[in-house]
């Protein structure tokens, strides 16, 4: 079984857009064109109740309006280039998981990696409404062990740097605080950026909240706040822990050993192997399994 590449996400819905918006975004899709290539999803199959999860199935095309392939003319014994309107330049298989707002999908090296799969989906939903009051994001899960192991291991903080935009309906305890302010604020999207003023880096809980929410058996929501609350009520961590979850994307910039490294949330994005052309239900049920284990081990809830 040839295998690929699939990368971990979450769809976030902004403006006007709904659940039943992005839905219908799918199943009865736009036709966009970046550059020389038009983009469109195909394949589509909605499907209820696997493990008791809905999920839309589908595939990403890559396509060139124009272009050309060869074929034999058995009685010339020659190949002839003719011309093939909407070639097939790449596709992409994915799900979309609306219970988790997340999405599992195939990066195609050199011809469909995850950049350009994450913006022409976002655009084929926003070309959908033609932009009216609707944006949509494909936003990484970062694997936030090895994202915090790396943070962890800079001596000193420089600068911080986050944008993100309030989960519904789920919360991390982590960043609790930071959602509710967001909130009352009637905020659709927040950024974030500190900056050490002196050579002694930022003053960040980040680190050690992290660890006591990945280790802890049960999250201890008022040892989180003791550690956020010195740096009032730690928005920049919170923010920082709110991307890693799927909601934004942040950056950390420090030093190790007198050398400046930055630490992405984008570079550490959760992905897994599986089927080159997968079957729908298999795909569904991987990617739920793995959505859901997130989910628990880093407390995501329901309010």
Known sequence: ?????????????????????????????????????????????????????????????????????EVVEPEKHVATAVDAPNLLYASSPFVYIPEYSGIAYQHIWNKLPSEQFEKAFAGLIEEKYEGFFVEAKVEPIADLQTFIQRVSTLEVVYKMDARVHPPNPLFGAAWRSLRSYIQRRKLGEIQMKEEAETDAGIATNLPRIADLVLKQPKVDESEIQRLLEPFESGIGDAAVLMAADGYGRAKVEGRRNEQRIVVRTKENQIAFDFDRDPDPVELASEAIKILKRINDDRYLDHP
């Open 1 to 69: 079984m040839a295998t690929a590449k699939y990368y971990l996400g979450r769809v976030l819905k902004l403006g006007n857009l709904t659940h039943e918006g992005m839905i219908k975004a799918i199943q009865d899709p736009a036709t966009i064109q970046r550059g020389n290539y038009l983009f469109t999803f195909t394949d589509i199959s909605y499907v209820k109740g696997v493990a008791d999860y809905d999920f839309v199935f589908a595939k990403l095309a890559k396509f060139a309006p124009e272009g050309e392939i």
